[in-house]
């Protein structure tokens, strides 16, 4: 069994972390780490974690050193930097939720997230946890900066038809609808019930820290710098992330012959699935598992151009967050790539 | 007091006009139409309704005609098509909840709706009843196509920039987000609780009936004829309608020059809102009230083209269907344009 | 019209009081304070707040003394004691929303709000104010101590049952629903939309503060002093709270009997509604309005007793706090009791 | 690998016995039947449902017969009497989740389900499937009576005390409160979104047909024929069953004395989990596994009797439904009582 620490449990994505990795059949909790809790039975804070006697401990890293081999860091941006500069440097595999670790750029990352980046030269060694688009490189790597829930959907949605000389690069709009749980398990008044219910609203137009981390990603497979317009939404859901993307085509392509380009691009991708023509992808039908549901439509009533609309939904806590990361965890141990993920999502 | 009549009370439009009506200072109800709950008292079947004796009738158009001198319809397109052409004929005014007099030509109504439209002369004197365009026309009007909810979300939206120089026509993409009473009170399973809770789709895509009528409105504001991008999702929400829209611009002009537009466009619009620089609009700001909130935000993030994201928020069923026939009526005869309608939206 | 100053108003309670007196026909709002929000415009802190330039202003009861005639008290409790009295012995009208002067024992006060009452003599001036019970005191009254939400619902579907020789006054057991803004504005884990959605739970067993004001308006009712069993829960909706008590009969009675007896206890209440046999209350067609739905069963399926249980749906908002709060008013000025909260629910 | 067929596969405790079923490690799914999607794939049905390629089929009997060694029927009572009666005489296992054989008396059936019984003498051979209680009959039983949703949470509330000298047994009220998913996969107006949502409301009170199914089962323990006061409540919320629990103690006792008893009581009762004192169950922690979970409150505020308060919560599909079905098959054949059932509830 690998013996594996969750650094900062007292969220979502620790918490999904915990439920998933306590019933996955090669991997063993260790440790699990939370300053504010430390002390705390993790089945006392989490009604839903039974059977186990997880106990909260204060992050103090040579403590945790001797305890796992590999290391999913749910810490805030800025503190997961040294924390897994610290455990990679020790030789241990660290999987970093935060994003620290995704930009590329130190540049990218400081003008960003308004903070220095103190580790530059392991940006280098980051591998972008996208295992659909990296799978060999996670193989081999020792840290992985797991990738952000909305730019995990926007990526998957757009990696097929992106470098191919259909898609006008320049013209790329996504338009994502999440659930609340996207914005955390600390309490503020945007997300309280009375407040995010029975309601929907964009937020951070043209300024959302996930637009880089997009555009890294699809510069790279374009090879093209490119730039993206991203709406994200919150709505009145636990969870749950629909991208809508619509791309102006350069060149006419008919839709089946793109639905099969999808459809050849993830034959080997347990966690995607494009849909059937005409099927739309439903948040309902992925909440609670790792899948990713695809269906691409074509708009031709422009005169001028057509334009490929491409939907996407993913769980944001598990695709898009934890499920990704156990799912990572998976490929770099060599583990059944579905291992301790295959729960299909419950109906209704 | 005018006598009103409402046919076809069964669903949520009706139900919110008798609402609306009930307590509206220069209006009576006189009559209200249900062939499936004729002879039921209205307030047993919405419990929400009270203080009124108002009784189903079946829809016999020779028992109405002495009832009343204004007729909202709110019946299925078709069916609407010929009671407005009867109390239109017999001289009375006429608010059609229906899409059956919206479109221009009939031609597109026939493509569209798939049925033949058979008072085509009729059309030509139909008003679009969107006050904010339209309002010195309705004044005059015996028959309003009373616009349909996504078509006022959108107009609105796009109205103070689509006949500017500011505009590529052809860039327009409308995502909207709408709650599920949009699809009707008749029981169907993708509305049941279990299924539309917890979830968002996209629909539709390049194909809802609401597109030409979108399309209509802005040729016209635009004097040239125009496709857009409509893409409409449903969410687990009562009411509202937010919809994110994305223009590009084809010259360059400044946030606040085109806040300054938006304002002065409507600074005599009493149910439209353009909030302050940076705010959101949310559904549930106008949720139970005739508001319509916009805000607009510039991106200059792409190389090539600035591009303007427009968002609104409106009621679907009061600005999106039943209160905005009420606004209309008021226009029609001459009362204050917001008689019966300056309820604001609680909150929570 | 009458000057009218709401101190508090941050919250729900607070806003909601706003949104009517906005629109009332005979009061004006000339104050409203909030420490934390002094200077910031009304309109800016809740979006559905129109047409109004107020703007917040610390609470400096010398400053407010000229401003109105009429204070409504939304304040935490223990704040609200020294408000209360302060502007009642400067000779002004004071509606107090906290729980400070609805408890007519001090002594009762201290212990389930453990903090002294510093102002035990006005406690006996206080009318508490449940215009369908004490109509005549509120007229005549210049502290009113406006009702609990869970009181209200719980008092009303009691009142007309608990006299007479009919209930088993130990018997009684009220068990409510309550939507989340209950629990107010203020951030807090529980009420967070991720933790509260899709979720119920029950709270405060046995140790609810609403306890000892249901049991001594009911002692009052029947005569001898009672103890009642309420477990209040918290449900994923907005608002409403629908309230199913249990009382054993003492005596046999029929259904109609006692629905005879409910009609007749509320014919001259307006906003009180006695359900045709049968039909049962939901909080959706109370939602956004100030009305009381009470429906009543019999279970005879006991071989000892028959149980009464009664159904009532109030919105906790409304006729449970502001909207009540407004009836008062309307009753101490002589304005027509339904002035202002018209209002019927939407529906959906 | 067991072969098992799910018979009536369309609905909800359908389509989880296929997700619960699809991963179990010793059952494999060999039909599925359902006449109205008779020839469709059940993931076109489902879209949660993947990975699969099974397709419905009609229900017919002698087709099926030699297709599995266990029948799931989920069928609507009536009809699930005949299908049951065919598979148990042709020696297989049968698993009934409608309510035709819960009830021991043909009698009671009859009454409250308005139908006759047409197989009287196979009555006596069903086990009423709840593990807690009759885990030694199951492990020999070949026809088993899958429990209703509330009686499941409300009887495994009740069981450690009703057969001791504690409980007044005349006294047991019992008010649910349910998830819409409980009102099944049929479109029906109360049940859509925009009814359901935001809204809470009681039904079928003094009447609804799980009322003798717990009757039954208590009266049993209690070894006294006993009557409940049983009142279920819709809720917005997809999933779950809280029911809050009356019983008068006839005698003293201790919380914590109670407490040990109902520790010691499912001490060996794998998904039954009696909280820690104080702490209240929350459906969201039992949503989407098949957990029990209990707590019990003591009010001794009453003159002349103390009130037990037990809260239980459940997954009205899991635990109330498929999951509670899988279980009694993992029982019947030997297998780990929580094989395919170990999933947690996520969070959130």
């Known amino acids: ?66 305890k796992a081999d590999l290391f999913f860091l749910c810490l805030p941006h800025k503190t997961s930097q040294e924390a897994a500069s610290f455990f990679y440097n020790s030789g241990k595999k660290v999987i970093d939720l935060s994003a620290d670790y995704r930009l590329k750029s130190a540049a990218v990352y400081e003008k960003w997230y308004e903070t220095p980046h103190k580790f530059k030269s392991l940006l280098k060694k980051a591998v972008y946890g996208l295992p659909e688009i990296y799978r060999s490189e996670i193989e081999n790597a020792s840290l992985i900066a797991n990738p952000g829930c909305y730019p995990t959907g926007a990526i998957l ?97 008919s839709l089946s012959t793109i639905q099969n380009m999808y459809r050849n691009f993830y034959k080997s991708a347990p966690f995607v699935r494009v849909l059937k023509n005409g099927i739309y992808p439903i948040t309902k039908a992925v909440k609670g598992s790792n899948y990713c549901d695809i269906s691409v439509f074509l708009d031709k009533r422009q005169s001028n151009h057509n334009t490929l ?16 990361a156990v799912q990572n965890m998976n490929i770099m141990h060599g583990f059944e790539e579905t291992a301790g993920l295959a729960s299909l999502s419950p109906s209704p």
């Open 309 to 324: 609309i491409i939907v996407t939904a993913i769980d944001n806590l598990l695709k898009g967050a934890s499920g990704q």
């Open 157 to 253: 949605g757009l990696a097929p038809i992106i470098g191919t000389n259909l898609a006008e690069i320049d013209s790329i709009i996504i338009d994502s609808k999440s659930g609340v749980s996207g914005a955390g398990r600390n309490p503020a008044l945007p997300f309280m019930f009375s407040e995010a219910n029975e309601s929907v609203k964009a937020y951070a137009i043209a300024s959302h820290r996930h637009t880089p981390e997009i555009e890294q990603e699809l510069s790279l497979m374009s090879k093209k710098k490119l730039n993206i317009i991203f709406t994200p939404h919150i709505m009145p859901m636990d969870r749950g992330i629909l991208s809508t993307i619509y791309v102006r085509l350069g060149n006419s392509a």
């Open 1 to 66: 069994m690998l013996k594996v620490a969750i650094l900062g449990g007292s969220g979502y994505t620790g918490s999904e972390l915990l439920r998933l990795l306590l019933s996955h059949p090669q991997a063993k909790i260790t440790a699990v780490t939370s300053e504010r809790l430390a002390g705390s039975h993790v089945s006392d804070v989490f009604l839903n974690i039974r059977g186990t006697g997880l106990v909260y401990e204060p992050l103090k890293p040579e403590n945790l050193i001797k």
